[in-house]
């Protein structure tokens, strides 16, 4: 079952159904002003902070509500609608709706009662509120009336749970009043004559506005009571009913922003209003909605604003395949799930509720990967910011706090740290994902000079980027288990391995054989050559280690418990077969050909499903170790035999570096948003954006996904695509292009920016190949290897692969 489709032109998903398995959202904003919005208008909208600024509610776990909503009301038939189909919710057969999810704007058309209307919110680029603009035009054969209401359920305080939880407080703080054009919310309005640098108890005055431009208001209300009315919904709002909000104010309880105005309209006529709403002060609000007198064009300059901006970032890697549903992923849609997680990290979403105030190490410095190739600038100072929460002694700080002060911050080794983030001790994995992430973006760029840019470190002293990844080394090598293998410590990759000092992860194994072979680039860099005869001496000892450790017949383990047991041996009766591992032998550059096609084929025989590879497999039940966390899950959910997705991207990524390309492009489609469109009933997310998981074989939901957008799935799915099976492989020198594709890709092209110059690379496939090449062209002239130096390029460079 489908309930849209992709308007891949438009960089729109197009919703021709309302009645979604699940509501399905879109992003707008920036961190300065963030919304989310469902296609049924439902979502919420915070200031800075997720936790701490948000001014629109939402509550969880319940029917997608409230919302942004902007009711139309009929005042001579006296019947009422909304501009998205919820929350009035009319029949479809006589209400027709289109929702259009964009690059940070939402559009949601409607036809009804001979009126239609278009709906499109947005935040303006680089601004911090929103506009929910609102155009009807009269498509019936008799003049109209009508009264057009526009509501925002504010929260009575700007912090989440203060408003959700401690009514006993929150409730009395808010007051409305209404100026000109906008009801305005103040939060601790008695404060109002105190001076703002002068708090009290830390609270100062806040305020919200909802506010109209482009119509006079006829009625408003401030208080969200008597807004709904006794016993009403937002389904039948009375001052909806009315046509009437009667200009009621709140003092204590809950206070709402609702305008009306009344609209005339003659057959054929249209009329273009907005609603405005944002956390500023009133005067401030006044001059914001003093902007938008000429409502059209300025929303329409606004949208165009916005669109140039995000397309732009993606007209930086534009591809044409044969597969529909790979190339809408990999120029609009996994693009943008990949700046929404680089943005938002895990903190904001239907099922993230906004109170997480940071991010998570390794979750972004592994979400940087998805957009270095777009967006090189914005990488990299995210990289310089995460090399900066890196602690002296070479780990990560496991939460990185939004309002982190490098050089100053308390570790994990300081019961302060343990205290504020819950984050009781390092984690074995996080700062080995700094290798491949810094070694991209230089690589993409060809920014030498970043490697010698002095960074401080988390809690005190600074070093060179050199300096920093020689100390996330040092980290795990001052931290080896029994065997010498990096212990597990707090959790690896994977949250649910509870290995400790005394486990050991292959894993983190992987990693850290592949860091060994990154440093040594950047050594060769600093004609480090003492630092690379050292390391070549440690990863060959440790190399020979991991192999005797951990290989096991067709298969890697995962590691060792705290006991000294081996997990995810071949004849154990839960977990006997881990992804990761398999995977990461790979991506590693460590597994031999021949591991690397037993271990892979492994996979596929017993991970493999038409959704995806699980985790592992079987689940854990009965026979879970201690430390064994995934067995608190429903079995085929999560950690616990889940196909969790993000290591989706990385079994694309092996496969593809393997030669294998049809094997890659399965692991792609089996679990693409964009593939199980018309699958909707059973996987139930949005078919536009990556989830965290896809309920497994061992579910009775199995397909079902959850957690939407907010996945270092994007970021991984990405790589595995763009440089496993496009084959763009960039390093300091240069540009490799390796593709590693279906056999039935007769040709395909793509268009990279590549350090500042535009490259037009066309591929053809004659004879049905999965990877390799018989013929490569640079500007005409014919090269023995598929490699481009940055020498050879010029402004538009033509590059021509023969498979
Ligand atoms: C979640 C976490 C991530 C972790 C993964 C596997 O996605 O955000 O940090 O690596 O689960 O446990």
């Not at 004559?193 to 806040?206: A, R």
């Not at 529909?324 to 799930?337: G, K, L, R, V």
């Not at 310089?384 to 929460?389: D, K, N, Q, V």
């Not at 793509?750 to 190949?769: A, Q, Y």
Request: charge should be negative; charged fraction near 25%.
């Amino acid at each position: 079952m489908k309930y849209g489709f992709f308007d891949d032109g438009a960089r729109e998903y197009v919703i021709t159904r309302p009645d979604t398995p699940a509501p399905w959202a879109n992003y707008l904003g920036s961190p300065e002003y963030g919304a989310l919005i469902s296609n049924n208008a439902g979502g919420y909208s915070f200031a800075k902070s997720g936790a701490n600024g948000r001014l629109l509610r939402y509550v969880f776990n319940n029917f997608d509500q409230p919302g942004r909503y902007m009711y139309i009301r009929d005042n001579e038939s006296k019947d009422f609608w909304s501009a998205s189909w919820q929350p009035v919710g009319k029949s479809l057969d006589e209400y027709r709706s289109e929702c259009r999810h964009g690059t940070a704007y939402t559009r949601m058309l409607a036809d009804y009662a001979g009126i239609h209307s278009e709906a499109l919110y947005y935040v303006p680029l680089n601004k911090s509120y929103e506009v929910w603009n609102l155009t009807v035009r009269n498509d019936s054969g008799k003049a109209r009336k009508l009264t057009v209401t526009g509501y925002a359920e504010f929260t009575n305080n700007s912090n989440y749970e203060q408003d959700q939880v401690n009514l006993q407080y929150s409730l009395f703080i808010g007051r409305t009043y209404f100026d000109k054009n906008r009801v305005v919310q103040q939060v601790h309005g008695n404060l109002a004559d105190i001076e703002k640098d002068k708090p009290v108890d830390n609270k100062i005055v806040t305020e919200r506005f909802l506010g109209l431009a482009g119509n006079p208001v006829s009625s408003y209300c401030g208080d969200k009571e008597e807004f709904l009315g006794r016993y009403h919904t937002y389904a039948n709002p009375a001052g909806v009913e009315r046509g009437d909000l009667g200009n009621g104010l709140s003092y204590n309880e809950n206070s709402c922003g609702a305008v009306s105005t009344v609209i005339e309209l003659q057959p054929g006529e249209e009329k273009s209003i907005a609603f405005i709403v944002g956390m500023k002060y009133s005067d401030e609000a006044e001059k914001i909605i003093a902007g938008y007198d000429d409502v059209r064009k300025t929303c329409e300059a606004e949208l165009s604003e916005l669109k140039e901006w995000w397309h732009g970032k993606f007209e930086n890697f534009q591809v044409k395949t044969p597969s529909a549903e790979f190339n809408t992923m990999i120029n609009t849609w996994n693009a943008y799930n990949c700046f929404m997680t680089f943005i938002w990290s895990r903190a904001a979403s239907f099922i993230y509720c906004g109170l997480r105030n940071g991010y998570g190490y390794r979750d972004t410095v592994q979400d940087i990967q998805g957009v270095i190739h777009l967006a090189p600038e914005m990488a990299v100072e995210k990289i310089r910011f995460m090399l900066s929460a890196q602690v002296d002694n070479g780990g990560g700080l496991p939460l990185v706090k939004f309002t982190h002060n490098a050089g100053h911050e308390d570790t994990p080794d300081d019961a302060s740290y343990v205290k504020e983030t819950g984050h009781p001790a390092y984690r074995a994995d996080d700062a080995l994902w700094l290798f491949p992430t810094v070694f991209k973006y230089v690589s993409e760029t060809g920014n030498l000079a970043f490697i010698d840019e002095v960074i401080p470190f988390a809690n005190k002293d600074s070093g060179t980027v050199y300096e920093h990844l020689k100390r996330a080394i040092n980290f795990s090598m001052e931290r080896l288990g029994p065997h010498g293998l990096p212990a597990g410590l707090y959790a690896d990759w994977n949250d649910c391995l509870r290995l400790g000092k005394n486990g050991e992860s292959s894993f983190v194994a992987f990693q850290y054989y592949y860091a060994m072979t990154v440093i040594k680039h950047f050594a060769e860099y600093k004609k480090d050559s003492e630092y690379i005869a050292f390391i070549d001496r440690k990863q060959a000892e440790f190399g020979k280690l991991l192999n005797d450790l951990c290989w096991n017949e067709d298969r890697f383990i995962r590691g060792f418990t705290e006991a000294g047991e081996t997990i995810g041996k071949r004849d154990d009766p839960e977990a006997n077969m881990w992804l990761n591992p398999q995977s990461w032998s790979v991506i590693s550059g460590f597994a031999s050909k021949e591991q690397a096609e037993k271990a892979l084929g492994s996979v596929r025989k017993q991970l493999n499903t038409e959704y995806g590879a699980v985790l592992m497999d079987p689940p854990y039940h009965a026979h879970a170790f201690e430390g064994a966390l995934a067995v608190i899950y429903n079995a085929g959910v999560k950690e616990n035999s889940g196909i969790f997705s993000q290591s989706q991207g990385w079994i694309i990524l092996a496969e593809a570096l393997s030669g294998h390309g049809n094997a890659a492009f399965t692991y792609f489609l089996e679990n693409a948003p964009s593939a199980q469109n018309d699958k909707a009933e059973v996987r139930v997310l949005e078919p536009y954006c990556y989830g965290q998981f896809t309920e497994g074989k061992a579910s009775p939901h199995f397909g079902r996904s959850h957690v939407h957008w907010l996945t270092g799935t994007a970021s991984t799915v990405m790589v595995g695509c763009v440089e496993g099976i496009l084959g763009m492989r960039p390093d300091f020198g240069g540009l490799r292009i390796a593709p590693s594709v279906p056999s039935d890709w007769k040709e395909f092209s793509m268009e990279k920016t590549f350090r500042g110059k535009k490259l037009k690379i066309s591929v053809e496939n004659p004879n049905g190949k999965e990877s390799g090449f018989t013929e490569f062209y640079v500007n005409g002239e014919k090269l023995s290897d598929n490699y481009v130096p940055e020498s050879k390029l010029t402004a538009t460079t033509e590059i021509r692969l023969i498979m």
